[in-house]
């Protein structure tokens, strides 16, 4: 699968010997494995091959990122049917090389097999460029939490695609998310305490920080606020669905639902970059407060708030402990 | 995952945030992924779930071991069956570190999904500590060609378990291959100019060396003679295949056969490692010299024969160009 995946000048050896070599000239590399299964994360028939490779490629390039690296090389484990079409194939690579190019990264290494399904596992790498990594550990009492890139879209274009309004521009958000990379290592450079990529959802992801740094995270629900593409699509979907009901034959696991405000705080997949930053941080604008991190009570443990108060209910809540 | 995964000295971030981190002082990360597929590579029913693990780490660290470098890490991507054991995979997961730890390398990172059978996809990376990696392409004419580690011995154990002759010890060649990790970093310091882990069949893989290196490698029938365990199995297949057919209901694609020469030149799975080394080499006791590398005739291209001649008719057998 080495044509249309050109390397960069970190692949020393690049496809086609025993394993790939990439320069670490930091003397760390950032390493993460994940899986993009075809009916859990993506459908043949909502996405093209080329949204699938961008989308295999943006899960691990963001992991990267929320580490405050620089993406630098993937390795692509891809499983698919026999009969599928080598065109397919061909435009999967191209999307893959392509999410790539945005952050300057390259596919230098992989494997195939036969399934029944396709799936691919993705093996991402990044580069520190010296600076310590971003961990969920590191936030602290009166720091800020802000985050970069568009929370709920992806959620919303599920919620369109199953209620079968393919033509919102926001059907895009689902298919082709487009992760901020380049504000993970930034917000490394302004000294963020912690951060991570929002793939679980917002109050999920940030509850994976609370809990490793062992804080309270309360959230300021007026910076949270859906904007008018969100409420115009949760509009639309409310509306199909009282015609028909949610095509949920696919995807099951993850009901998308028809209210904007859960869009925002529960779903995943849009892979902003939520980050903890010391008080005072002056913030470039694509960075929005959206909260603060504060001493649990007592013996609490971490948790995530809203307003305050505990908020119970959605899905992908973490309960304050 | 990460319980029964200690991490080693090189990870400086393990298992539980958004990537791992790893030391890599030499500048350098020598990485690569492989698939390990039920059905295909194993069957649950041969294969316990620590021979699985074992047997998915030491595809990726054989592949870094052929690239002259010491392996350091695995990340691992494992889909199942939702049915499945929770001490099926813990087992699982102690194989793998109990393969790693064989190399000092550790579990640093990985995914778990759903699937209707288990796949493993494995990404191990490695060290090559100030050496240049040894690629398929650097083999010349006048080089020594040798092997190091067991030659059909995992074919040997697959045809035994479709024979239905369990109780053979090479049938655990077949479960648990142990390649000779640090045979690559020794070829590597020795000065090899080309190595490759005998993962397809030392045929198909030294015709991977000729053809990179534009080389013929001529095999010497003598040092390949099945050694008296190998020829004990191909009687006892043989005679076992007398009163039954072989079960080729799972594994089909590799059919094993019943003869030993033949799963000396084609059976992979073992993971020797094969290298191509400067005449005068002095090679320690582990590597058996087994043929030359000659310069092809006329516009022929690169190839393999054996005893000077082409030989066709076997499988994995890389036609001479």
Request: proline share 7%.
């Amino acid at each position: 699968m080495s044509a249309g995946l050109p390397p960069n000048a970190r692949t020393l050896v690049g496809i086609g010997d025993d394993a790939a070599v990439l320069a670490t000239p930091d003397g760390r590399v950032v390493a993460t494995t994940d899986f993009l299964l075809e009916g859990r994360h993506f459908r043949r028939d909502w996405s093209s091959a080329a949204d699938v490779g961008h989308k295999a490629a943006a899960r691990s390039l963001a992991d990267c990122a929320a580490m405050g690296a620089v993406p630098t090389a993937l390795l692509v484990a891809l499983a698919a049917p026999p009969g599928l079409a080598v065109s397919w194939a061909r435009e999967l690579t191209e999307g893959l090389a392509a999410e790539c190019a945005r952050v300057g990264a390259s596919v230098i290494g992989g494997d195939t097999a036969q399934a029944d399904r396709v799936l691919l596992a993705v093996t991402g790498l990044g580069d520190l460029a010296g600076r310590p990594p971003v961990l969920r550990s590191g936030a602290r009492p009166g720091d800020l939490v802000a985050v970069a890139g568009p929370l709920g879209h992806a959620a919303a274009g599920l919620a369109l695609l199953q209620a079968g309004l393919t033509e919102d521009p926001l059907v895009a958000a689902q298919l082709r998310p487009a992760p901020p990379y380049d504000a993970g290592p930034e917000a490394a450079s302004l000294g963020a305490t912690a951060m991570i990529d929002v793939s679980d959802g917002l109050l999920a992801d940030l509850g994976h920080i609370a809990r490793a740094s062992g804080v309270l995270i309360d959230l300021d629900s007026a910076r949270l606020r859906p904007g008018d593409r969100l409420q115009h699509a949760a509009r639309a979907v409310a509306a199909a669905v009282l015609h028909n009901p949610l095509d949920r034959t696919s995807q099951v696991s993850r009901p998308a639902g028809t209210d904007a405000l859960t869009w925002v705080l529960t779903g995943g997949e849009d892979h902003a970059l939520a980050a903890a930053f010391p008080d005072g941080t002056r913030l470039p604008p694509r960075w929005t407060v959206i909260g603060a991190v504060r001493q649990p009570a007592g013996d609490a443990g971490g948790g995530v708030v809203l307003d305050g108060q505990p908020r119970a209910g959605l899905p992908g809540w973490d309960h304050f402990a």
